[in-house]
């Protein structure tokens, strides 16, 4: 059995023997220690056998100065079937690639499922994996499966629990979402009222009321804490018809943020360390990187590309680039004037961004920028965005006798 299998992979001959004295030939082969099996008589003169490829080179010597003739009628066996290969250059390097790329493809991630999903909806899960570099694409050794179950809880509040398992290259996500927060109820099961009030100054543009009774109007100009809906729909001297208010108060609200950088900013200042590398990749992806192999162990790198090939004559998209990389470090130096207005600004936008809420409308912006005597510069950013001041309140005052 172990024989067949050898000969299956180091290949083997159907061979035609033909001549006088055929017995007595295949006689002295076997006793020369040649394996021959499977022989048939075909003719008067002529007998076939299969023969190791080894085994074929000695028959041939055994036949030198006889009167007869070896012809190879077929060839099997794993290497034989490689050595075609050797003429033909293109379809050998062709399977090199492909059993590369699918070696590449099998360490990495091409699916992801989520399950559970109800009120979050899987594109929040997908932006939340987003953020973790969890993606299509990524490698599957740098896919904490362990911790994307706590990171996704503390990520949404709406998450109960959540796990993670990989398939193959399918990341499959499990969501057990957390039971929704009733409103909020008084002590005789009714909603507990409120009223709606402006958490920012700002002049109105659009109010949508869904329960309750709108105090303002478009165009009106409102400070912080001033009520929009009143959840008092009717009072008197005996009796109040109260209701927990809700709506959408649209408002233009204007935010002003100042900052101040200079005289020096730290830049980032060549070390004189460079390296050099060719990355190989494919449909966007690297799936090798050939010299230079730790860019990720530099902190900070410049990138300077010195030659890039694509091979689009190949059946598959593989692209090749030569890049050199200069170690970077942090290091404070003097900055012209349009350099500190620029990192001002930048800073003074930046600070307003992060107070305006995510899905506020920006409708304008400017800016000024002033040089102090320090050599430093001053900015100012006033951007103007509509957005839902309303927030909501309950009501705590009693008004006599409730309906």
Known sequence: MLTGIWNSVAGYVIIEIKGKGLERFLNRAVHSGIEIWCVRCTGTATVTAHVSVAGFYALRGLMHGQAGRIRILEKHGLIMRLSKLRFRKVLLYGWVVVLALLIAASRRIWFIEIEGCDTVQEAEVLALLDEMEVRVGAHRTGVPTSQLGNALMASDA???????????????????????????????????????????????TSITVYDGKAQVHVGDAVLAGEELITGILRSDEEHTLLTRARGEVLATVLYRMEATVGPTLVKPVDTGETHESTRIGLLGWELASVGFTQEKALKNAREEKLAAYAFSNCFLPITAEHVRLYAQTDEACVATEAELKEAALLAAEEAVLRSMPEDARILSKESETVLLENGAVRATVCITAEENIGEIKEIEEPYGEQD
């Not at 290259?169 to 909603?191: F, H, M, N, Y």
């Open 158 to 204: 709406r998450i109960a629990w959540a796990g993670a398992k990989l398939y193959g290259v399918t990341l499959r996500v499990s969501l057990q979402e957390a039971e929704p927060i009733p409103e909020k109820l008084d002590e005789d099961g009714l909603q507990t009222p409120a009223s709606v009030y402006a958490a920012k100054d700002g002049v109105i």
